[in-house]
């Protein structure tokens, strides 16, 4: 089944603590993005990435960090998570000739 | 400063009735405006607008956009429960595919049985 895949679903962390959010696809796209969604304000694009080894800082990048080491694969590394970055984020993937997205399911993230 | 609005940013209506939601952008090379429906979950995509005037119909939703205005249109007619949702516009600087993405806030619609 063509899918995008975020783990984990949900996280709960404290200030200062190292995470990583994965997200994976197995339809060979070559574009792959980073959203976060808080109440009132929409969608708001962190990293994007064309192809491997190719990304581009979005909307709110600052306190996100991203790889494209390989085309299946788009890690969010938070270095130094805070509560402001608590939000609900979502990864997405298309073709690289296609303007149709393709998301996961999101994952809820609560730093205290 | 890039940034696309959307109005209004709430609307309810009854099931039967014809909605416009409104999508205006201020992108540095501006190449795409696309809509998305955004239920209790992740969006999905609805359309996708890169030429002045040429509407993109599915089903009861159509959709334009005005490249001289900026702004686009998002048109549903005979409204069911189950069009209830957050509608998102967002404007890309890419002409062939995906970049960067700017977002409207969205448009939570509501339709009463």
């Known amino acids: 089944e063509a899918q995008v895949t975020q783990n984990p679903r949900y996280l709960i962390t404290v200030t200062g603590k190292k995470l990583t959010v994965t997200c994976s696809q197995n339809?060979?796209?070559?574009?792959m993005s980073w959203y976060r969604q808080d109440p009132g304000l929409g969608l708001r694009q962190i990293y994007y990435?064309?192809?491997?080894?190719?990304?581009d800082k979005g909307d709110v990048p600052e306190g996100y960090k991203v790889s494209r080491k390989e085309k299946r694969n788009f890690p969010l590394i938070l270095e130094s998570p805070s509560p402001n970055q608590t939000s609900l984020y979502f990864c997405?993937?298309?073709?690289?000739?296609?303007?149709?997205?393709?998301f996961g399911p999101g994952t809820r993230l609560t730093v205290t | 400063e890039d940034k696309v609005v959307q109005s209004p940013l709430s609307l309810v209506v009854h099931e039967g009735d014809t909605v416009t939601l409104n999508c205006s952008y201020e992108?540095?090379?501006?190449?795409?405006l696309l809509w998305y429906k955004q239920e209790k979950k992740a969006p999905t995509f609805l359309f996708m607008l890169?030429?002045?005037?040429i509407e993109k119909k599915s089903g009861r939703l159509s959709s334009i956009l005005d490249k001289k205005e900026l702004f686009s249109i998002l048109n549903i007619t005979a409204t069911q429960t189950g069009d209830s949702a957050i509608y998102l516009c967002?404007?890309?600087?890419?002409?062939?595919?995906?970049?960067?993405?700017?977002f409207g806030r969205g448009t939570q619609l509501t339709v009463w049985p």
């Open positions: 997405a993937s298309s073709r690289g000739d296609s303007y149709e997205q393709y």
């Open positions: 339809m060979n796209h070559e574009y």
């Open positions: 990435s064309m192809n491997v080894e190719v990304t």
């Open positions: 992108v540095t090379n501006f190449r795409s």
């Open positions: 890169t030429s002045s005037g």
């Open positions: 967002a404007a890309s600087d890419r002409g062939s595919t995906l970049g960067r993405l700017y």
